[in-house]
């Protein structure tokens, strides 16, 4: 299987007034290209900010320490992949809702109580694809062009159409430019010798400065009167959107975008979300907890929408839940975490059948099996304080098979069989 | 909203009732100097010793004709006074009011996105210092500085060759706002000359007031970009430009606009002294006056109107509350 992400060792801290959350100790996974990969764990054990850090979006006071987040999107860079963290934000902001798209687990408040759905959908059309939009507008506008006969409306409508091609010539010569400093950072990645690593900053930086608009596009987008030809681009960009909601099986789409988030239910909320994730149809979608604040029947619902769109539109999907059911429904491979460490990974027939690690055991047992008056058994002890997280395996006060070892020793992930890898003392071979 | 007048005029009319009728009377006479024997006949003339609420009945209804006493400060009837003296005061509000908020707002949003940063230390120095002043002390001081050591931005409202001007035949007052008289007459000069005389009162009350804004923007600043919307936002890939200006602002400027309302208390209440100290003939240098010299017409005219300005900045912030906020408009 061709790997798609890969995280390497990731260290995430927040700088709280209370102290430093070590919240992310080293974790490691892998989403292989066609896969739905599971990352299960109690709350707060760190798998929502794992993700986080891997797009990087760590909202203050959260830093990413070290690590490596490698993509391998690309045919070209297949063997070698981009390590995203060494990349210029700009970078990010290309590949982010673009490449990689997230969804959240509150729809609620993943979405601005100020604008519009409309707007809030439309928006990764005018991030990622605003030349596709502007070419629709222009069609619009050649249509318009042919229709009308008089003089006046004539001149204004081919005026707009001059500002649409400067905007659409301005994001060309955009586009070449970053192609090329792209390339050349590919080349200078990883190289180590001085001057390559001083050519390599040199570009990150020109990278960063790269105007995505050209003085004049600046300049005819902020002229008033002259700037209304932007309402032809968010015409265009509107009927997308609804076509995008239709798609995605929102009744009375044409009414849903001029309104807000807080007159939809919260169903509806999470499509509206999972809409704006998909507008740029991403290779990989990450869905955290998408689920966990739903109904019953509106989970069913969502589940359905995501595994259909894991046939049609996305390649793979990241999903993260502390529900080993919908694990068990939904997934491929599935990694399990603890307290920011992760524990053990495996296929979900392997997980479930033969489980390896404590941590995984216990929690496979307190899963509900249905039978009438069972009793359900917990793991004992309490998810520890991440501040002052305990030493070694981060699991051992709580573990039933903790040794000498390790209290003192961090586990290292161990490859068991093939696809089957566990981080834990007792595996060691002695 | 109707009743808050009502209960404003309830409290002046109280108020005033407390005044002996003796001198109560000047209320309601013009010009001549009272002889003491006349005093008990004027009581009984305008009718000082009815019960109260005639008394307050008959207040209102003058009111609506437009008829609110004499004011002894301005010596000229009330209404007369209010129209020589309210447009310095509105041109003082004109400008400082959008300072105050823009530069309330900027200062904010630069504080919260460089949060912890050195402007952000500079900035909320510049809030505590601006916030815990006392007026007259930076006023006198922006004076003796200025003016007194340097020369520049002298007090009043016009030089004298801008009163010149003014009094010239040809010379229309079509607001009475000395700038805006100015623009409309095409007069440049004196345009300057008002300017000129404006700033250093305008930056009194610019310093004083926006540094409330200011903590208000950067700590709601702050809070919207913690929220789950702003990782939507950035898991979108839109840039830290869009974030703040689009996703975030919006959101943080809710309570802002709050709290302006209020602001504009705290505004009047500066503008008294600024007036004072600049020597600017507004309604704030009026009330002053009257209030030492008790002119009971002046300050019952002035409590109400300013009454009817709460009200009104009231129903403004309700409405743009409402433009920005589509939680709380109506369907
Ligand atoms: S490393 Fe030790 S403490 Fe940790 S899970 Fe394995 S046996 Fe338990
Ligand atoms: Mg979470």
Not at chain 1, 132 to 147: C, H, R, S
Not at chain 1, 279 to 287: E, G, K
Not at chain 2, 27 to 52: C, F, H, M, W
Request: glycine share 8%; net charge positive; with cysteine.
């Amino acid at each position: 299987m061709e790997k798609l992400v890969e995280a390497e060792e990731l260290r995430t801290n927040f700088y709280t007034f209370e102290g430093v959350v070590k919240a992310l100790n080293g974790v490691s996974l892998v989403v292989n290209n066609g896969e739905t990969y599971g990352l299960v764990g109690e709350s707060g054990c760190g798998k929502s900010v794992s993700v986080r850090s891997m797009m990087r979006i760590v909202q203050a006071p959260g830093k990413i320490e070290e690590g490596k987040v490698v993509l391998f999107f690309n045919e070209k860079d297949r063997n070698k992949g981009i390590d995203i963290l060494k990349r210029s934000e700009a970078y990010m902001q290309s590949i982010r809702g673009n490449d990689i798209s997230m969804i959240f687990q509150e729809a609620g408040t993943a979405l601005n109580p100020v604008l519009s759905i409309g707007f809030q959908v439309g928006e990764s059309f005018l991030l990622h694809r605003r030349g596709e939009m502007i070419k629709l507008a222009v069609k619009t506008l050649d249509k318009k062009i042919d229709e009308n006969s008089n003089s006046l409306f004539r001149m204004w409508r081919k005026f707009h159409k001059r500002l649409l091609q400067n905007e659409t010539d301005d994001l060309e010569r955009y586009k070449t430019e970053i192609v090329k400093i792209d390339s050349d950072l590919y080349r200078t990645e990883g190289k180590t010798d001085s001057k390559s690593l001083e050519k390599h900053k040199r570009l990150l930086v020109n990278r960063e400065r790269l105007n995505k608009q050209g003085l004049k596009v600046r300049l005819q987008l902020k002229t008033p009167i002259i700037r209304r030809y932007v309402r032809r681009i968010n015409a265009a960009v509107r009927e997308k959107v609804i076509e995008l909601l239709t798609d995605l099986g929102v009744p009375n789409p044409g009414n849903i975008v001029d309104r807000y988030p807080h007159e939809l239910s919260g169903g509806m909320q999470q499509r509206i979300v999972i809409s704006i994730a998909l507008a740029c149809n991403p290779t990989l979608l990450i869905a955290d907890e998408p689920t966990s604040n739903l109904d019953v029947t509106i989970q069913a619902q969502i589940l359905d929408l995501i595994r259909q769109l894991k046939k049609t539109q996305i390649s793979s999907v990241l999903f993260i839940t502390h529900d080993l059911g919908v694990v068990a429904e939904i997934c491929d491979r599935v990694t399990v975490m603890y307290a920011g460490d992760t524990c053990e990974t495996a296929s979900v027939k392997d997980l479930f059948k033969e489980p390896m690690h404590p941590y995984t055991k216990g929690l496979l047992k307190s899963v509900p099996k249905g039978e009438i008056g069972e009793k359900l058994q917990t793991i004992p002890g309490t998810v520890p304080n991440l501040i002052t997280p305990p030493s070694g395996c981060r699991f051992h006060p709580r573990c039933p098979d903790v040794m000498e070892i390790c209290k003192s020793q961090k586990p290292e992930m161990l490859m068991m069989k093939d696809g089957h890898s566990v981080a834990c003392h007792l595996y060691r071979k002695k | 909203m109707i009743l808050v007048l009502v209960g404003v005029s309830l409290i002046v009319f109280a108020i005033m009732m407390l005044i002996p009728e003796g001198q109560r009377v000047a209320i309601y006479v013009t010009g001549e100097k009272i002889r003491n024997e006349q005093i008990d006949s004027l009581i009984v003339k305008y009718g000082l010793r009815d019960p109260a609420p005639v008394q307050y009945f008959r207040w209102i209804k003058n009111i609506f004709k437009g008829d609110f006493g004499h004011s002894i400060t301005a010596s000229a009837p009330v209404i007369e006074g209010f129209k020589m003296y309210f447009p310095v005061t509105l041109e003082l509000v004109l400008y400082s009011t959008p300072l105050i908020i823009l530069v309330g707002i900027w200062l904010g949003t630069i504080g919260a996105v460089h949060k912890d940063k050195p402007i952000d230390h500079f900035t909320r120095i510049f809030a505590i210092v601006g916030y815990s002043l006392p007026t007259f002390w930076l006023g006198l001081m922006l004076m003796m500085f200025f003016y007194g050591l340097l020369g520049i931005f002298p007090p009043g409202t016009i030089s004298i060759v801008g009163k010149d001007i003014l009094y010239n035949p040809e010379y229309h007052q079509y607001t009475r706002i000395l700038t805006i008289d100015a623009i409309l007459n095409g007069n440049w000069r004196m345009f300057w000359d008002a300017i000129y005389h404006l700033t250093l009162p305008t930056i009194n009350l610019v310093l004083l007031s926006s540094a409330l804004i200011m903590r208000l923007m950067r700590s709601s600043m702050i809070d919207a970009l913690g929220q789950d919307y702003i990782r939507t936002a950035m898991a979108k890939g839109a840039d830290k430009k869009t974030i703040y200006n689009t996703h975030a602002r919006r959101n943080a400027l809710i309570p802002v606009i709050t709290i302006s309302g209020l602001m504009f208390a705290g505004l009047m209440g500066g503008m008294v002294i600024t007036e004072t100290i600049f020597a600017r003939k507004g309604i704030g240098l009026w009330m002053a006056r009257a209030a030492t010299q008790l002119d009971v017409a002046a300050i019952m005219f002035n409590v109400l109107f300013l009454g009817v300005v709460f009200v009104v900045i009231n129903l403004i912030v309700d409405l743009i509350y409402a433009w920005v906020d589509p939680r709380i408009r109506l369907t």
